[in-house]
């Protein structure tokens, strides 16, 4: 998973208040309860440290998401009186939390946006004439794309056209080639088709033969999506359930290779070298993930220890003890590394870490 949408957050210098709170929209009276997490975290900024007007940047932009329905939250970001990051999320956090510290604490964001897999929805339903009426029945197409999860919240604009039934075959072949398009430009790495069985069986058919391996038919006719969240919503989340986007199981693939060579960096040690080094493509974690013990960070990106020590004999003068998820993922940000989140089960690692080298 590409961490580009995190870059913001390293743009400029700490402290960072970071905010995780529920703003779920599907309890009775929202507003009253949104806006009593408004001065909790205005208060709890205040404790630790904060200076108000970035506890107020904080505390202002908590429940911004109100067109959002249902059950969700947010993660907010702010810094020196600005806000500087707020994204939705597709879980509210089990307890709101709020801390104010040197390095953002984005990694539960991040864990968030895994496993990160683009794809297209389409939906079709047939419309026959109505009794008494000469106009001929269409197909009505809903498309949407987005990237799993993060689009059950954050959804992309819908598509919607009406086809008459007598040219559909034509249409369809359009269609194909623009969801060929979106596979071709790694838009969509899943081609989620439900609806009529005629429409999609014309609409399949139409795909370059290659890419009917990426289609998932799933049951359901879209009727069922509330008004600011993703389309096929339920669906999406049977069918991704535990799976990861082709481009991380391409590095997963190369990571696993290198551990047959003994040359991929497994363990906290071997992680906090390579990006030391700038030799990590990608750092991989377990998830659920390790408690890890603390990191030492100097005033760069590749400034990273387990002790004092180990940077002193570097040179590094000004150091600093931080969290690990918040130094390994500011070190993998900065660095140009990507983060590749997997199941426990399924890929168990030294520490729950582990880094794909480049080179």
Known sequence: M?????????????????????????????????????????????????????????????????????????????????????????????????????????????????????YAAVVLTRVGARDGDSAPGHVQVELQTGRWPSSAVAPRALTDLRMPVHSWHEEAGRLADELAHLVDLGHADTLVVCGDTWARGVLVNRLPAPLRSRVAVVPGDGEDAESGRALLERQLAALFRGRLSAHDRDRLESFAAQRARNRAGQGLPATVAALQRGQADAVVVDHPFEEWPPIWL???????????????????????????????????????????????EETPLEDGIGALLRY
Do not use: C, N
């Open 2 to 118: 590409r961490l580009h949408f995190l870059y913001s957050l390293y743009a400029r210098p700490g402290p960072y208040a970071s905010v995780y709170v529920d703003t779920s929209r599907d309890i009775d009276d929202p507003d009253r309860a949104i806006e009593l997490r408004r001065r909790h975290t205005r208060s709890d900024l205040i404790a630790l440290g904060a200076d108000p007007a970035t506890a107020d940047a904080s505390a202002d932009a908590v429940g911004t998401d109100a067109d959002v329905p249902g059950w969700h939250g947010q993660a907010l970001f702010a810094t020196h009186g600005e806000l500087v990051l707020t994204e939705e999320l597709p879980h509210p956090p089990p307890v709101d939390k709020a801390k104010y510290t040197a390095l953002p604490d984005a990694m539960p964001l991040a864990l968030q946006h895994a496993p990160d897999i683009p």
């Open 298 to 344: 100097g005033t760069d990106p590749d400034q990273i220890a387990l002790s004092p020590t180990e940077l002193q004999t570097f040179g590094v003068a000004g150091y600093e003890r931080q969290p690990a998820d918040a130094a390994l993922l500011y070190a993998a940000v900065t660095t140009g590394a990507e983060l590749i989140v997997v199941p426990r």
